[in-house]
């Protein structure tokens, strides 16, 4: 024992007091009721913790935001420079229905001018609003991955 | 004593249902957890049920571990409340049948009977159940001043104060020897 001990010595001293083992029946003792009383898994394994559902959430969020902007980035840029490939594809095939309509008008093919306007709304999709779906799209994607990652957490 | 990353692995895989993971956490703090419980409760029996009820709570709270104390700070935590409580029904049960009352733990028996264990325990068991409950959770389980304000039910200034005089006391007695010729046990 220190001659004059300070307020430190004694707290050194306590601390001290927790750094020797337990006795050895009272161990045994814990031992033998924790292998008794505790259920082989314990309450919420397996669930991810809120902290780490957040972490996940917050993780996917970014990325699919990205992936939204550059939709409605590239699709009216592509519109700009004409998309050659699939708008030709899709001309070809609605040049064939007007010719088709031509030959035998049905009851359901507009006539004349009528008819060549409907095609050109369908194989030209308005840029603006297909890039509004993507990001619409990209957004419901996100928000359903947060509203997953949030229900797996919660109990 | 692990460090703090080893306990938070170890927690992490017995959240998962790992029960080894769990018993090592056990063996890593069952001596600190006893310290602590022992020197609530002065009573070794008392202090055995309280570790018990801590271990036994802890693996049911496993999943309420939040992550932002240490995982030992959270278990002295959860140990100290098992200790409070057992003081509290120990308390109700004396205050029904006096002749119930336990008596004060044989501390030369409990220990290694050195002088400096034995002047220290005695200096402990002349505190009054405020102040020696207050310094075990600063000093033994390392808990701060906020967290024993909690669990004492205290505002954290007063829990403070506490740890203080306490420790004051303490050091006092340890200068005087001939002070413990005169020490009761608790109450």
């Known amino acids: 024992m220190t001659s004059d001990p300070t307020n430190d010595a004694v707290r050194a001293l306590l601390h001290a007091l927790g750094d020797e083992p337990a006795p050895a029946d009272v161990i045994d003792r814990l031992e033998r009721v924790l292998a008794a009383q505790l259920p082989a898994v314990p309450p919420g394994a397996g669930r991810r913790s809120p902290r780490r559902a957040r972490r ?3 993780g996917l969020a970014g990325p ?3 992936a939204g902007v550059v939709a409605f980035a590239v699709v009216p840029r592509n519109d700009r420079t004409g998309v050659p490939a699939l708008n030709g594809a899709v001309n070809a095939e609605a040049a064939k229905g007007s010719a088709a309509a031509g030959a035998a008008p049905g009851p359901t093919a507009p006539a004349g001018g009528a008819s060549s306007m409907f095609d050109t709304v369908t194989t030209h999709p308005d840029p603006t609003a297909a890039a509004a779906n993507g990001l619409a799209a990209a957004a419901r994607a996100a928000y359903a991955a947060v509203e997953a990652a949030l ?5 | 004593m692990l460090g703090q990353g080893g306990d938070e692995a170890l927690l992490r895989r017995a959240r998962r249902g790992d029960r080894a993971a769990f018993d090592e956490l056990v063996r890593a703090h069952t001596g600190r957890v006893y310290a602590v419980t022992l020197r609530i409760t002065r009573n070794p029996s008392d202090a055995e049920d309280a570790l018990q009820d801590a271990f036994l709570n802890a693996y049911r709270a496993l999943d309420r571990f939040g992550g932002r104390a240490k995982v030992s700070t959270w278990l002295y935590r959860i140990a100290a409340n098992a200790a409070l409580d057992v003081v ?3 308390r109700a049960a004396v205050s029904l049948d006096d002749d119930a009352a336990p008596q004060p ?4 028996d409990l220990f290694a009977a050195s002088a400096q264990r034995q002047a220290l325990e005695a200096a402990l068991a002349a505190l009054s159940d405020e102040f020696r409950e207050a310094l075990v959770l600063s000093d033994i389980a390392g808990l701060g001043t906020t967290e024993i304000g909690e669990l004492l039910g205290i505002p954290p200034g007063t829990a403070k104060s506490r ?3 306490a420790r004051t006391q303490v050091a006092e007695l340890l200068r005087e ?3 413990f010729d005169t020490v009761e046990g608790p109450r």
């Open chain 1, 151 to 155: 229900q797996h957490a919660t109990p």
């Open chain 2, 105 to 108: 733990a044989a501390l030369t």
């Open chain 2, 177 to 179: 020897p001939s002070a």
């Open chain 1, 64 to 66: 699919l935001v990205v």
């Open chain 2, 163 to 165: 740890v203080f005089r």
């Open chain 1, 56 to 58: 996940i959430a917050i």
């Open chain 2, 88 to 90: 509290a029904r120990r």
